[in-house]
């Protein structure tokens, strides 16, 4: 056994891919879902399905505690299905909420259960203006207005708990989403990453690689991916196949 897993986030786009990949790697999994009814799912792709909500901190630190994982993964988001435009500020608040006072609360979890590494799910699109490509030192757009600036600033404070909490905390910076579970069949926009090479990261991250951010998309000039393939031994080409 490659140790324990608790991923929070285990049902959505990431986390169905993840498990599996996890699993295949002898990790024992526990897989925190709001739903009840995907539970069935979660235990299917071989994880221990917990339900829980990450606002509920007294509950979410009792699931991580009992479970005593090794490691956390932050796969938590909530947005419509295709990215709905008409649905997108209400979601664009709602995510970013889950990215602080979610963070937050699965933060204080992780340190509760004396967790020693903890990666999150950030993205590689929250960069300010500037020079082409990104790199991870780049400024976030923190002072944009709109929905812009209201993702930037959840995405900078998920990314600041978890880099100055009391264990190893990586960020994984996500481009654009598409493939299997995402609402996109190809790459769409700038800076794209396949599904299966976003869990691959987050795989690779749980068995190595140093503490801290790390780009994870296709090189397409819009961000630089260069760390992730050196530090990680990440791949944007990495496919699991179907389902």
Known sequence: MAGKVFVAGASGAVGRRLVPMLVAQVWQVVGLT????????????????VV?????????????THA?????????????PGLDPAEMEEATARNARIRDEGTCNLVAAATAGHVQRFIAQSVAFAYADGPLPHREGDALAIEASGRVGISAHGVASLERQVLTAPFEGVILRYGRLYGPGTGFA??????????????????????????????????????????ARYDLGWSADWRMGEP
Do not use: M, W
């Open 34 to 49: 709001r739903h009840k009814e995907k539970c069935a799912e979660l235990a299917a792709l071989g994880a221990e399905p």
């Open 68 to 80: 005593r994982p090794d490691i956390v993964i932050h796969q938590l988001t909530d947005l419509p």
């Open 52 to 64: 829980g909500d990450v606002f509920d901190a007294a509950c979410l630190e009792e699931a991580v």
């Open 186 to 227: 190809k790459a769409a926009g700038a800076a794209p990453v396949h599904v299966d090479a976003a869990a691959y990261a987050a795989l690779l991250a749980a068995k190595s690689g140093k503490a801290g951010v790390y780009n994870i998309a296709e090189d397409d000039g819009a961000v630089l991916s260069e760390k």
